[in-house]
C-alpha cells in the first residue's frame, strides 16, 4: 500500500517524520541498540537499553507518536531494567503500518511476538494514552506474562471527550498556529507543541493520518480482574480523557492505586521517579 493511502498523507510527509525521529532517537541519553523484530502484523522497530539481565520493562507510546516520547524518562529507569521502547505498528514510528481492529486479540498477539522476538517472558509495561490502552489489552488477556503495569493517561477507561475533535476540526483553515492551539487544549499543558519535541508532534501532524476508529473500553469485570500491582497517573485537565472517570472506575480494582494530578495535563509530566519506585517495588 502506498503512502498516501496509508497512514501517511504522502510519501514526502513519511520521509520528513522518520528523518527527524531518527534526529532525535541519535540524542537517546543512554547507550541503547536498535532492533527490528518480525512479527505476523510485519516488522516492528524496538530501542533497547538498560543492563542486560535486568528485568525487563516494555515502553508503549501514545497514538501519533513513538518511543522518542521517552527521551526524557529512559534514564531513570536504564538503571535498574532492560528497557524495550516499542515503536507501536500503525503509528509514525519505525513499524509496519498494520492496524488491525483493536476489538480483536490481534494487538495481543502482536506483543507476543515481540516478546518471543526478544526472549521476553514476562515483563513490567509502561504505558501512555493508546499505549495504556494496549498495556490494558495486553494484560487483561495475557496476566501471565505482565509482572506489573504502569498506565499514564490511559485511554479505554474513563470516557473520550469529544470537544477536542470538534476544536481540532474548526481550527484546520489556521494552520499551524491551529494545530498547535489544538494540541494545548487536547493535552491541557500550556507548553504543548513547544520545543524540538513539539516542533516534532506538528511535523507528525503534518504528514500523517491518526487512527479514525474508537477505542474499545474495558468492562468492569476486565479490569477487576487484574491480578498484578497497576498505578496509574491521570491529570485532571486532560483535554482528551475524563481522568476523574478512569481514577473512579479504577477504585473497584483491588490491586490499583490511582494518582490523579488536578493541575496536570494529558500525560502528567515528570513521573520517571515515581514510577520507577512502583516498578523497583516488584
Not at 40 to 55: D, H, K, L, N, S
Request: aromatic share 8%.
Amino acid at each position: 500500500m502506498s503512502a498516501a493511502r496509508g497512514i501517511w498523507r504522502s510519501e514526502q510527509g513519511a520521509r520528513a517524520v522518520q528523518e527527524g525521529y531518527r534526529r532525535l532517537l541519535a540524542r537517546w541519553p543512554v547507550p541503547a541498540e536498535q532492533l527490528t523484530v518480525g512479527t505476523r502484523q510485519g516488522e516492528t522497530f524496538v530501542v533497547a537499553c538498560g543492563p542486560a539481565g535486568a528485568p525487563a520493562l516494555v515502553l508503549l507510546h501514545g497514538s501519533g507518536s513513538n518511543s522518542a516520547m521517552w527521551l526524557g524518562d529512559v534514564a531513570a529507569w536504564a538503571g535498574r531494567f532492560r528497557v524495550y521502547a516499542v515503536d507501536v505498528i500503525g503509528e509514525p514510528g519505525l513499524s509496519a503500518p498494520s492496524r488491525p481492529p483493536l476489538d480483536s486479540e490481534a494487538y495481543a498477539v502482536w506483543l507476543d511476538d515481540v516478546l518471543d522476538g526478544l526472549g521476553v517472558a514476562r515483563a513490567s509495561v509502561v504505558g501512555l494514552s493508546l499505549g495504556g490502552w494496549l498495556a490494558l489489552d495486553y494484560a487483561i488477556r495475557r496476566p501471565a506474562r505482565v509482572a506489573r503495569l504502569a498506565l499514564i493517561s490511559p485511554a479505554g477507561i474513563g470516557r473520550a471527550k469529544i470537544g477536542f475533535a470538534l476544536l481540532a476540526l474548526a481550527l484546520l483553515p489556521f494552520g499551524e498556529r491551529g494545530r498547535r492551539i489544538a494540541l494545548r487544549r487536547a493535552l491541557g499543558r500550556s507548553d504543548a507543541g513547544s520545543g524540538p519535541f513539539g516542533d516534532f508532534l506538528m511535523l507528525i501532524h503534518r504528514g500523517f493520518r491518526p487512527r479514525r476508529e474508537r477505542l474499545p473500553v474495558f468492562s468492569g469485570a476486565a479490569l477487576a480482574g487484574l491480578a498484578m500491582p497497576v498505578l496509574a497517573v491521570v491529570g485532571g485537565r486532560d483535554g482528551m480523557l475524563d481522568s476523574y472517570g478512569t481514577r473512579r472506575r479504577l477504585s473497584a480494582v483491588p490491586s490499583a492505586r490511582v494518582v490523579l494530578l488536578p493541575e496536570a495535563g494529558h500525560p502528567p509530566l515528570g513521573q520517571s521517579a515515581a514510577i520507577l519506585d512502583f516498578l523497583r517495588a516488584g
